[in-house]
């Protein structure tokens, strides 16, 4: 059975810091790993979809990596902006189930 | 616009009612899923269905029956509601076999009282 771990569990940080933020998965046969954005009392919104024969995505100030081998997922965050406060999320879909798990999430405030 | 659209937003209710939400997606996917956060904001699967298969998460009490017409909707069945289920409920969808990403509605808030 996967199990999606999120470390760390909350972060604040000041304006104009770069971000990592750590994603762990028991069960390497993954088919994806996705990373979420949620923001207080709404939906997911799709950040970045690393595919299992990929090692990387990027979009604007976002990256993330994936590294099967060792069941690790990290979301770089350059240059952190006050709108980036929200929690992020991670899901990994495993072989044969085609049902993602999540963690339980990095809630993140970037103050001013 | 191209998205998975849920109703209501809101919906508080009494204990011991039956209960529908309503998920349509207009992406092309043929799997869509219902989602449950509690309030800890941990999201926890409920049901995965495509026209082949319904996958359900054996913890989900048999109150909480999935409906679909047809692939664009799935619809969340919920009879003699609990406090317990107070949470926010998601719909999600995808392209079957994997690999392909999802996407998600933008949750409705179930509230027992």
């Known amino acids: 059975k996967q199990e999606v771990t999120q470390i760390p569990a909350a972060l604040s940080v000041p304006e104009g810091e770069n971000l990592v933020l750590n994603c762990s998965f028991t069960d390497s046969a993954i088919y994806n790993l996705q990373w979420f954005r949620q923001d207080p009392g709404k939906g997911l919104t799709s950040l970045l979809l690393i595919q299992s024969s990929q090692r990387e995505q990027t979009s604007g100030r976002l990256n993330a990596s994936l590294d099967k081998s060792s069941g690790r997922s990290t979301l770089y965050i350059a240059a952190s902006q006050p709108g980036d406060s929200a929690t992020y999320l991670c899901?990994?879909?495993?072989?044969?189930?085609?049902?993602?798990?999540f963690g339980r999430g990095t809630s993140l405030i970037v103050h001013p | 616009d191209t998205a998975v659209s849920q109703t209501p937003k809101y919906l508080v209710t009494q204990m011991g009612n039956d209960k529908s939400i309503k998920c349509e997606q207009n992406l092309g996917h043929d799997t869509m899923y219902w989602y449950k956060q509690d309030s800890k904001k941990f999201l926890k699967i409920m049901f995965s269905?495509?026209?082949?298969?319904?996958?359900i998460n054996e913890t989900v009490p048999n109150r909480f029956s999935p409906k679909s017409p047809d692939k664009a909707h799935l619809n969340l069945h919920i009879n003699s509601l609990e406090l317990g289920d107070s949470a926010v409920y998601f719909c999600?969808?995808?392209?079957?076999?994997?690999?392909?990403?999802?996407?998600f509605g933008s949750g409705t808030r179930l509230t027992v009282v």
């Open positions: 269905y495509n026209n082949k298969e319904l996958i």
């Open positions: 999600a969808s995808s392209e079957t076999g994997g690999g392909y990403g999802y996407t």
């Open positions: 899901a990994a879909e495993s072989g044969g189930s085609y049902i993602p798990t």
